[in-house]
């Protein structure tokens, strides 16, 4: 028979090794044994679809000459959308996806919970819209992982593939640097339009003017400038920015520039958004971001920055209520990648694999925390539930909560972080600065 300690250790090598066996299905939708409590899914089934969709008579930056004339293009953009479904008999939830990787000569077979093209649940309330924006370069399956777990608790979910930027298609730099806040904006846009088509499976499902958009590194960059965050005037006619000081469209300088902010964008996260490092801000024009906003960031993130990228954002947006979750000792990876695909792992020279990891933080486990912290926020911002706050009150630093929990109920002097289980916070922080602050 098997004594008291040798269950006790078998149980626990389980709990460890449970999601790296996961891993090697490249799962996207593991939960931790110790992952906060609103990482779990939802009650909702998961349906996905991909959409193609064109915005015509866009500025073409790859084609426009520094000194002539402006080139225009129709601009194809590649949707994976996620909702809340209703499975028919024999559908069972589960489904996969062929990403393109880091290494554009590798394909990931990556495995989720949404069914494709399943039937949209009937709501006689439409959904919140989430939409997901991605690095440079990246993919609309990046952040699929998050994508899949919001639509599992009510919330439609548009990820982009943005054109010139994907592993597959990476262009010229300066077209990110144009594109990305437009991208955000047309597709809030034709999302809002497919909710009103009555021929789209879209059709009532999603109330756009309750958005929130989720921006991860360039796709943070863009966010900032849609809440507000005008880009610097002095980096406009810079070397680093697109001809012809088209950049003068997103700037703080443009008179126009306010009145093209779309006000159905209700709150953002920003996933070490890139750019205030390298001066696309300067502190004035940070002020100008008004929408509640939740960053998230590692403390040695040397692509975006920290003291000097995201804290600094965080910092001198004082004209929002904004939150700041610091993965100590994280890098630019912090809780956005999905985990390392099993085919790069399994490649001769693993090309591509450091943009799936973190060297001190496991991404599974960072995952869940954003998930966590993310359903907390949302539902919270764009839901209305107030009992959510009670995720986001809490000791800045997980290391200084004090855990003491009797008999599943927690003491008077219980600090520790809510939805964490004893220990789990250890390595965090959240910091939380009001409008004015």
Known sequence: MMGTSSRILLGTLLMILTPALAAQENRI???RPDAPQLASFGDHDVGVQTLEVVDPNRLD???TPRGGDSVYYDRKLTLEIWYPAQLSDGQSAGGQYHAITRNPEITALLLGRAVRDAQ???TPTPYPLVI???GYPGNRFLLSHLGENLASKGYVVASIDHTDSTYDDQQAFTSTLYNRPLDQRFVLNTMAALAEDSASFLYNLLDAETTAVVGYSMGGYGLINNLGGGYSDDIVGSLLAPPNELLHQHATGNPAYRDNLDSRIKAGVAVAPWGMNLGFWRNQDLAGIGVPTFYIAGSADTVAGYDNGTRAIFENAVNSDRYLLTF?????NAGAPYPLPLE????EDKTGASHYTDPVWDTVRMNNIMGHFVTAYLDYQLKGIEERMSYLDLVPDGADGVYSVRNDQPDADHTYWKGFGAGTA????LEHLQVGQ
């Open 426 to 429: 250890v390595g965090l922080k």
């Open 29 to 31: 939708d593991v939960v």
């Open 61 to 63: 930056i790859l084609n």
């Open 120 to 122: 949209p649940e009937s």
């Open 344 to 347: 790069i792992l399994n490649s």
């Open 328 to 332: 100590k000792n994280a890098g630019h």
């Open 132 to 134: 997901i924006s991605h």
